[in-house]
């Protein structure tokens, strides 16, 4: 082969090199650079839930709070959550089990109607993350401004939302490149719009038919779409912020992450997040018997009625590898 066939060759590698890069960008509904209108949306479901926090309380007691709102908001939240926890993040990112097809769709989605991204670009970040976890290269570390208390405020700000409107955008094609092969996945991030559309629409028409009045599909929408959009949002987010800072911290880790006990019920079990980052693969992060845990229980009854295999569980011996040694005298 001559040197010009050679350089024809390698150029055409790297434009197809080029193509793909571009083709798993895309998938996600993202390129490297987050565009304005990613930011104005992005600012939307940001701003609005945070009103609705504001006006809940004074809603609620004004008699807008019925048993339906309740029961299709603990619904909700707990579909998207474990959506979340158990899919984007044990499944998805970390492979702490395998699932059989069904299972893995249904996460995807579920993790979708959580409106925190698409599927392969959360898992984008989320694993940098780890790469760089309170380190420089970290997406949300809120260590990232230094240690005074000016830095640590600025930096816990970053970490729970501010790092969101970051124009530089994780690159697919080099922390999540095996789930931009995965066509299921592929699909379910281009059609992320359908979900979010789901997600805000499912509420109020669950609400109009277990009421059949107008009133109830408001006061669903409410409580059901605004409110737990806001809620689950900031529980989450409040994993890379108030997890980072503050904690006990039972493992080693390279990491200032730490256990907080009073989120774990609201977070499905990720607030036990000093030992997810000692040991990212495992199935469950409360591993005491008090330390709550629901995406760990729901893993476990997947994998009991046959649809998840190769779970990682944490044994006794790795636990006691990891574990920060007693202090003595």
Same mark, same amino acid.
């Given at each position: %082969?001559? &040197?010009?066939?050679?350089?024809?060759?390698?150029?055409?590698?790297?434009?197809?090199?080029?193509?793909?890069?571009?083709?798993?960008?895309?998938?996600?509904?993202?390129?490297?650079? #987050?565009?304005?209108?990613?930011?104005?949306?992005?600012?939307? *479901?940001? !701003?609005?839930?945070?009103?609705?926090?504001?006006?809940?309380?004074?809603? +609620?007691?004004?008699?807008?709070?019925?048993?339906?709102?309740?029961?299709?908001?603990?619904?909700?939240?707990?579909?998207?959550?474990?959506?979340?926890?158990?899919?984007?993040?044990?499944?998805?990112?970390?492979?702490?089990?395998?699932?059989?097809?069904?299972?893995?769709?249904?996460?995807?989605?579920?993790?979708?109607?959580?409106?925190?991204?698409?599927?392969?670009?959360?898992?984008?970040?989320?694993?940098? $993350?780890?790469?760089?976890?309170? @380190?420089?290269?970290?997406?949300?570390?809120?260590?990232?401004?230094?240690?005074?208390?000016?830095?640590?405020?600025?930096? *816990?700000?970053?970490? $729970?939302?501010?790092?969101?409107?970051?124009?530089?955008?994780?690159?697919?094609?080099?922390?999540?490149?095996?789930?931009?092969?995965? #066509?299921?996945?592929?699909?379910?991030?281009?059609?992320?719009? %359908?979900?979010? %559309?789901? /997600?805000?629409?499912?509420?109020?028409? &669950?609400?109009?038919?277990?009421?059949?009045?107008? #009133?109830?599909?408001?006061?669903?929408?409410?409580?059901?779409?605004?409110?737990?959009?806001?809620?689950?949002?900031?529980?989450?987010?409040?994993?890379?912020?108030?997890?980072?800072?503050? !904690?006990?911290?039972?493992? =080693? /880790?390279?990491? =200032?992450?730490?256990?907080?006990?009073?989120? +774990?019920?609201?977070?499905?079990?990720?607030?036990? $997040?000093?030992?997810?980052?000692?040991?990212?693969?495992?199935? =469950?992060?409360?591993?005491?018997?008090?330390?709550?845990?629901?995406?760990?229980?729901?893993?476990?009854?997947?994998?009991?009625?046959?649809?998840? @295999?190769?779970?990682?569980?944490?044994?006794?011996?790795?636990?006691?590898?990891?574990?920060?040694?007693?202090?003595?005298?």
């Amino acid at each position: %082969m001559s &040197a010009i066939d050679q350089a024809d060759q390698a150029d055409r590698a790297d434009r197809a090199d080029q193509r793909a890069s571009t083709a798993a960008e895309r998938v996600t509904l993202g390129e490297d650079v #987050q565009s304005l209108r990613e930011r104005i949306a992005l600012a939307s *479901f940001i !701003g609005l839930p945070f009103v609705a926090f504001l006006v809940a309380i004074p809603v +609620a007691w004004g008699g807008w709070l019925g048993w339906s709102d309740v029961v299709i908001t603990v619904v909700m939240y707990g579909l998207t959550l474990h959506g979340v926890t158990v899919g984007y993040h044990r499944l998805f990112t970390h492979k702490s089990f395998k699932p059989n097809r069904p299972v893995k769709v249904v996460l995807a989605v579920l993790g979708s109607m959580a409106i925190e991204g698409p599927v392969i670009r959360w898992v984008a970040d989320h694993r940098k $993350h780890h790469k760089f976890s309170d @380190r420089e290269g970290d997406p949300h570390s809120p260590w990232r401004y230094g240690t005074s208390l000016r830095g640590l405020t600025k930096g *816990f700000l970053w970490a $729970h939302m501010g790092w969101l409107f970051d124009a530089e955008q994780t690159p697919i094609d080099k922390y999540a490149p095996d789930l931009a092969k995965d #066509q299921d996945l592929v699909r379910i991030s281009r059609m992320f719009w %359908m979900w979010v %559309m789901v /997600s805000i629409l499912l509420p109020p028409v &669950a609400g109009f038919l277990l009421t059949w009045s107008w #009133q109830g599909a408001v006061t669903a929408f409410f409580w059901g779409t605004v409110v737990r959009i806001g809620l689950l949002h900031h529980v989450t987010w409040s994993i890379n912020s108030i997890c980072h800072v503050v !904690g006990e911290r039972p493992f =080693r /880790s390279r990491d =200032r992450s730490g256990n907080v006990w009073w989120l +774990a019920i609201p977070s499905g079990g990720e607030s036990w $997040h000093n030992l997810h980052h000692a040991d990212p693969t495992s199935a =469950r992060h409360g591993v005491k018997r008090w330390q709550l845990d629901t995406s760990a229980r729901i893993i476990w009854i997947l994998e009991k009625l046959g649809w998840v @295999r190769e779970v990682r569980w944490p044994s006794p011996e790795r636990l006691a590898a990891k574990a920060v040694p007693p202090q003595t005298g």
